[in-house]
Nanobody
Framework: QVQLVESGGGSVQAGGSLRLSCAAS??????IGWFRQPPGKQREGVVY???????FYDDSVKGRFTISLDKAKNTISLQMNSLKPEDTAVYYC????????????????????WGRGTQVTVSS
């Protein structure tokens, strides 16, 4: 089992920035990152990073979001800049094995480990 605890999030105006963090403990995993679930929509992949340090971003956040991995502390951080109202969602830290891209439809069903989620609200 992998335990994931998120921190950060909150409310910000469009164009602003927020930072999320996730602390992992327990078993090992191959990739870790973030999903988000906008109001009334399915959970979708945002970004993930392999333990080798290679990040992969969804097109909707490329150039605005940056993920970083601190192996010593077993934590990841997500710096979110130039936020837009459409970024409003509950953000979930997630971890799992090697496998399919998290950006495919229904990818969330293949992810075994989840945090509780943290709300990000961007107002226009």
């Amino acid at each position: 089992q992998v335990q994931l605890v998120e921190s950060g999030g909150g409310s910000v105006q469009a164009g602003g920035s927020l930072r999320l963090s996730c602390a992992a403990s327990g078993s090992t995993y191959s990739k870790i990152g973030w999903f988000r679930q906008p109001p009334g929509k399915q959970r979708e992949g945002v970004v993930y990073i392999f333990d080798s340090g290679s990040p992969f971003y969804d097109d909707s956040v490329k150039g605005r979001f940056t993920i970083s991995l601190d192996k010593a502390k077993n934590t990841i951080s997500l710096q979110m800049n130039s936020l837009k109202p459409e970024d409003t969602a509950v953000y979930y830290c997630a971890a799992g094995p090697w496998g399919t891209s998290w950006f495919q439809p229904n990818a969330a069903t293949l992810v075994p480990y989840w945090g509780r989620g943290t709300q990000v609200t961007v107002s226009s």
